[in-house]
């Protein structure tokens, strides 16, 4: 693939809003997950909620789109003058040249959750079960999953081509690789990409269904791991074409795979993972050891960070440094890409090989390069993993 130039990135998380709080955490090895007290929620985990959400106001004219997804976006559009980078792409390319690439898992089904919680206290105070849902609910722009990028696209006044991905937690990755073949086939200059992903009982209630979720903050390749925390964030970033902007970080490379090996589990060998970091390295033009960083999947769950390793290993051996930030962030779902995207470029941007927090003991049967302190180091290149349910699977290489 061509490469694309990263004109403008922000991620807001519980870490904070911006960069430079995301990379100061870091640094510091800050985690920012919390025991749970979201909504009605009644469980013993811990989570990574973004404060402010609520207190966020859309413009009257898309109040329609009012929803905890789209007030998660638009309160991490406005960092890092993320939206003043995006008004001057339009101006540079026209609207109807920017294209809108956006990931998500659940979108605003928290939403629909209220709008049912609404008509279930009716009933309960004895009203008609033909009662509708409250005429304040919008589905088609808050529960639908095209909602984000809609959202986006009518924010900005955007005309280019606008999709939302929805594969589970490889969501905000994938969307490097559509942006890219839309810029390379001339249908767009210019696009954001990312993802948004927001908390609901939906997803907490869900993975502790699935006995997923741990009661402790998470543990990536700990010999304790246990579960993952669930996390909500907003990441976006501005892709351009290479002669668009002199320097700046920029993306090299994309592979995806899908190994359909279970609906919520991945391939024991890690092998539809390996299909993916192959793909991104053979996009690129790279082998193994360019590669100076890799940003883990890393959920904190036994088997997908077993699976995850022997693809690691099997592919760059224990030559590269590798880590997960889900224990600083959380596990972002649909956002977590994106999210990732963003660590992975402030680390090429200051050096950093971060490490993975919360863990103390490393799981000895695990034979990656798992770093547990910082170090500073000169970086190339990175690779960022991200897998989600029915095996879909995707690597994203950055360069300086």
């Not at 955007?158 to 001339?186: D, H, Q």
Request: glycine residues 10%; aromatic residues 6%.
């Amino acid at each position: 693939m061509l490469p694309l130039r990263i004109t403008a990135y922000t991620m807001t998380s519980c870490l904070g809003r911006g960069r430079a709080p995301t990379l100061a955490a870091l640094v510091a090895r800050r985690s920012g997950l919390a025991p749970c007290d979201f909504e009605t929620v009644d469980l013993d985990t811990w989570v990574g909620e973004v404060s402010g959400v609520d207190d966020v106001r859309l413009d009257d004219a898309l109040a329609r789109f009012d929803c905890r997804n789209n007030r998660l976006a638009e309160l991490g559009l406005v960092q890092d003058r993320f939206d003043v980078a995006v008004r001057d792409a339009i101006a540079r390319h026209g609207p109807d040249r920017v294209g809108v690439f956006l990931g998500t898992s659940t979108s605003g089904i928290l939403q629909t959750e209220l709008a049912y919680r609404e008509r279930r206290s009716l009933l309960d105070a004895g009203a008609d079960e033909a009662t509708p849902l409250p005429r304040w609910f919008h589905y088609p722009e808050t529960h639908n999953t095209y909602s984000l990028a809609d959202y986006v696209s009518h924010r900005f006044g955007i005309e280019g081509p606008a999709v939302t991905i929805s594969a589970a937690c490889a969501s905000s990755a994938k969307v490097f690789g559509n942006a890219s073949r839309m810029i390379a086939a001339g249908l767009v200059d210019a696009a954001i990409v990312g993802g948004v992903d927001s908390l609901c009982l939906t997803t907490l209630y869900g993975f502790r269904s699935l006995e997923l979720v741990s009661s402790k903050p998470a543990r990536p390749y700990g010999s304790d791991r246990d579960g993952l925390s669930i996390g909500e964030a907003a990441a976006f970033a501005l892709l351009e074409r290479a002669d668009a902007a002199a320097g700046g970080p920029s993306v090299v490379g994309v592979g995806e795979s899908s190994d359909a090996h279970h609906m919520s589990s991945p391939h024991p060998e890690g092998l539809g993972a390996r299909t993916a970091m192959e793909n991104a390295l053979r996009s690129a033009g790279l082998t193994p050891s360019d590669i100076d960083y890799i940003n883990l999947h890393g959920t904190a769950t036994p088997n997908n960070d077993a699976a995850e390793d022997r693809a690691v290993f099997g592919l760059f051996g224990d030559g590269v440094p590798v880590s997960s930030t889900k224990g600083a962030t959380g596990h972002t779902l649909g956002a977590a890409g994106g999210v990732e995207a963003v660590i992975s470029l402030l680390a090429l941007e200051a050096g950093l090989v971060p490490a993975g927090v919360n863990t103390t003991t490393l799981d000895p049967a695990l034979h990656s390069d798992y770093r547990l302190a910082n170090e500073r180091r000169p970086l190339r290149h990175v690779l960022s993993n991200s897998f989600g349910f029915g095996g879909a699977n995707c690597s994203v290489v950055f360069a300086r």
